[in-house]
């Protein structure tokens, strides 16, 4: 039966390898592979696994095509729902989502959503891509601030409607955090991230790099003087998080987002570019989510002693299970239930070490989790010489302050209703910029939210 067959572990590089080089660390799945998985599928009358999905991919359907070899047929299922299968496949939690509602994961391991995905979109890539059905053009303009994930999915699904749709994007290349966040070990630039985002160009989507909204252009003077009739700010929440603790002025510190974006975006790991880029040889990471895995596994690759300090334990570490395992793999080392309060320097004003202090769970906190408190005469150092705070992030307030009626909330965050719509009319937004740091895919789901609003808004005018 076919629950009762193995779920298929994907192909991956050896740990002590991988942790030499920026080559992706997963190969996949191949054709076999893939259609054994997809065999494992009990398509479910009711699918749990499309309503735990933010962009309700048609999983039965698509992982019954893989199953019968019509690998086009399943590209152009998912095709259906999401323009970047090839990335969700690789960086979506899909075990708290998807996969963690798959009803055969109740007794048996759950099918491999992910991976199956991952090879829909890499075949759909390397065989020409799937042509969408794009409506006539329907005359209306609509802007899309930010090039990231929410942006993108906005964008496609406007294009397939008959919009003509332009991206603005302040980075020179198109892709927000899939481009400049994500490590290429996890999510390579050329091979996928660009190649995906040719696919929303193909849909007739413009994209307009180096304009930064709120100086370049504002929302204001792209409804009032450009001719757009509505603009979606998905502009993600790029602003990092310190802990305003003694020493974090001195040189070797870092945001995980200055370190993730110069050595992605600028590629300061490849041999032939001459971006500089500092790790040091003992280097601290401080916080336990995605982001400080991916910043943690460079630091490793860029020749540094890696250790992530984490004030709570291993059990409520926030980033993805297979991240904090490959982490481990790879020699990072772990310091649980450890705060920093002190950064130390020398003469010179460079970092020589982190003060720390040992933490012990106490009474769960306002959101289950329970709270760390401090364990008294504890605190020890730890020697190093960089330190990368991997804290969270928040919207940029660059687009709220020039924006005239745009209401933010305490976090700084754009307030919009579960359709995207904000306090002004015909503005509209989502992913990060809303929520603040959150998935790939939950950007995705309230892109593809906000496109509908913005099409039944534009129509009801």
């Known amino acids: 039966m076919a629950n009762r067959i193995p779920r298929v572990a994907a192909r991956a590089q050896d740990p002590k390898v991988r942790a030499t080089n920026f080559e992706e660390v ?123 994930p929410s942006g993108l999915a906005c964008a496609s699904d406007l294009a397939k409607m008959g919009y003509e749709v332009t991206i603005f994007e302040a980075l020179h290349r198109p892709g927000g955090v899939l481009e400049y966040g994500i490590p290429e070990f996890r999510l390579p630039k050329s091979k996928v991230v ?19 909204a709120g100086r370049t252009i504002t929302v204001d003077s792209l409804l009032d003087k450009e001719g757009f009739e509505a603009v979606f700010i998905g502009s993600g929440a790029g602003l990092p998080r310190f802990m305003n603790i003694p020493g974090e002025q001195l040189n070797g510190v870092f945001s995980a987002n200055e370190f993730l974006t110069r050595n992605n975006l600028m590629k300061a790991y490849r041999d032939d570019y001459d971006t500089p880029i500092h790790a040091g040889h003992k280097l601290v990471v401080v916080g336990g989510g995605n982001v400080a895995m991916d910043a943690a596994r460079t630091a490793l690759r860029l020749g540094a002693e890696t ?30 239930l450890t705060n920093p309060v002190e950064i130390l320097g020398d003469e010179k004003g460079w970092v020589t070490g982190i003060k720390c202090i040992r933490m012990e769970l106490g009474e769960p906190d306002a959101s289950g989790r329970r709270a760390p408190v401090e364990v008294p005469g504890s605190e020890f ?51 990060d910029a809303v929520t603040g740091a959150a998935t790939v895919i939950l950007a995705m789901g309230a892109g593809r939210k906000a496109a509908a609003a913005i099409d039944s808004y534009i129509k009801s005018k």
């Open 26 to 148: 997963s190969y996949g799945y191949n054709a076999e592979e893939a259609q054994l998985e997809a065999s494992r599928c009990l398509n479910c009358k009711n699918p749990r696994c499309v309503g735990a999905c933010p962009v309700n991919v048609k999983i039965p359907q698509f992982i019954s095509k893989v199953a019968a070899g019509d690998f086009a047929g399943a590209a152009a299922v998912i095709a259906e729902d999401s323009s970047l299968p090839a990335i969700c496949g690789r960086v979506c939690p899909q075990e708290n989502q998807c996969e963690g509602s798959c009803v055969l994961g109740v007794k048996f391991e759950p099918v491999a959503i992910g991976n199956l995905e991952r090879f829909v979109g890499d075949w759909s890539l390397e065989n020409g891509g799937i042509e969408a059905t794009v409506a006539p053009s329907n005359g209306h303009k609509v802007a899309i601030i930010g090039s990231g």
């Open 307 to 336: 250790t992530i300090v984490y004030r709570r334990t291993e059990k409520e570490l926030p980033a993805r299970k297979e991240e904090v395992h490959h982490a481990m793999e790879e020699g990072i080392k772990f310091e649980m």
């Open 194 to 212: 660009a190649r995906e985002i040719e696919e929303v160009k193909a849909l007739g989507v413009k994209f307009e790099t180096d304009v930064i």
């Open 381 to 431: 150092v730890i020697e190093t010489d960089s330190v990368i705070m991997a804290l969270g992030t928040s919207p940029n307030p660059l687009i709220s302050r020039t924006t005239e009626g745009l209401e933010i909330n305490r976090r700084g965050c754009i307030v919009a209703d579960e359709v995207g719509q904000t306090s002004r009319q015909g503005v509209f937004a989502g992913g």
